[in-house]
């Protein structure tokens, strides 16, 4: 049978760990992960059925649970984020809600930044409060307003950083401090980051979800998310959570996701350097009145980028001159760059968060997070730099 081991006596970058971590081979010796597309598992005896359930045995019992596939995605992303533990889950959503719920009970309380991802937030501000956990929403770059909404009963924070869609960048590090002062724990939704640009837990998070639909995924084909922290969160409060209602990542999309990782480092730098001339190309362009991207001096947390972030990632906010009839018409005129409301994907694509992932909220809602409806997002993909500068040039003449 073929070796399936890194070196351990090695410090390994996220590139080779993407490649190879958690490679574990059949019989047959195959080079890409095998899928173990099975629901249960068979035991030999009814004693090594009851072994497996007492714990004697840590084979697996049941694709709820774990699943060979499954694992080996977790393990990859456990290596690459540095947590202890982690699992993975249907969906971002998935991710977001079982993070949240598995860690409170009625009577605590939960203080978020009002800046979320449409159904984060509903998650935070509707969700918890219906079961007596009720939320706080704060402005989640000013730390004085995270400090007076602690009550002695606060459990949890809960930020995303950069924010979607307008880019704010929050300080992990000073959030994370005020949030263990008060006996709280910080979530940090790393999806527009990506775990190759930021890896919260080493600025003192303690649980980390992603959406590996966006770029972990990188090709638009399949929902997933992966919640990670310490062993201590995991085995008292995720693990069995997870287990008993089941949001469990199906082993096929597993295996999307863990052969999507292998390629995720090259993606993101590649996506990131197309999204850094584009920004500069908006910034300058006559048409474009506000334009935030994190990798640029004049965003407006850019200490705060270089000290937390290692780049400036692949998503880039502006407004066009106008409203909403100007951004429709930039999005209607483009050819190459297409309209959704995903994001991460090697296709470049074109959102209008008004209307779509923030339409729930009120105008005012949107507009205390920056969402106006002028506001568009772009999320980079593969093509081309030059087409797509091409292509946004061309939309532009139309507005
Ligand atoms: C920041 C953020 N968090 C969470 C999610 C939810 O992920 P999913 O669609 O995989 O449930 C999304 C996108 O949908 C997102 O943009």
């Given amino acids: 049978m073929a070796r399936a081991s890194l070196p351990k006596d090695r410090q390994l970058h ?14 047959y010796g195959e080079m890409s992960e095998a899928m173990f597309l099975t629901s249960g598992f068979a035991y030999e005896t009814m004693e090594a059925a009851e072994a497996r359930f007492d714990g004697r045995d840590p084979g697996f019992i049941y694709s709820r649970f774990s699943n060979p596939t499954v694992s080996t995605f977790e393990k990859r992303m456990i290596a690459l ?24 009970k009625t009577g605590d309380h939960v203080v978020a930044a009002k800046a979320l991802f449409g159904s984060c937030r509903y998650v935070v501000e509707d969700l918890l409060p219906r079961f007596g956990v009720p939320s706080t929403l704060v402005d989640g770059g000013d730390l004085d307003q995270w400090r007076a909404a602690v009550r002695p009963n606060t459990k949890a924070f809960f930020i995303e950083t950069p924010t979607n869609p307008t880019l704010e960048v929050y300080d992990i590090e000073a959030i994370a401090k005020i949030a263990h002062e008060a006996g709280a724990l910080l979530v940090v939704d790393n999806v527009f980051a990506t775990p190759i640009l930021q890896k919260p837990l080493k600025l003192g998070a303690d649980v980390v979800v992603y959406s590996a639909t966006k770029h972990i995924d990188g090709q638009g084909r399949t929902l997933g998310g992966m919640v990670l922290g310490s062993e201590k969160f995991v085995m008292d409060h995720l693990h069995t959570f997870l287990r008993q209602t089941g949001p469990s990542l199906s082993p096929f999309n597993a295996w999307t996701l863990a052969k999507g990782l292998e390629t995720l480092a090259l993606r993101v730098e590649r996506m990131q350097a197309s999204a850094a001339a584009i920004a500069d190309y908006l910034a300058a362009h006559p048409k474009i009145t506000t334009l935030s991207y994190c990798g640029r001096p004049d965003h407006p947390q850019a200490a705060l980028v270089k000290k937390q972030m290692s780049g400036g990632g692949t998503l880039v906010a502006f407004r066009v001159d106008g409203g909403k009839q100007e951004a429709f018409r930039l999005g209607n005129a483009l050819e190459v760059v297409k309209i959704s409301n995903n994001l991460g994907d090697a296709k470049s694509i074109l959102t209008h968060p008004a209307t779509t992932t923030h339409q729930r909220l009120s105008p005012a809602d949107r507009e205390a997070v920056g969402i106006v409806d002028a506001t568009l997002r772009l999320s980079v993909g593969l093509e081309h730099v030059d087409d797509l500068i091409e292509d946004l040039d061309t939309a532009l003449k139309a507005v």
């Fill in 14 to 27: 996220d590139a080779t760990r993407l490649v190879h971590e958690a490679e574990a081979r059949s019989g």
């Fill in 81 to 104: 984020e540095g947590a202890e533990a982690g699992r993975a889950t249907a969906s971002g959503m998935a991710a977001v809600t079982a993070a949240m719920l598995c860690q409170v």
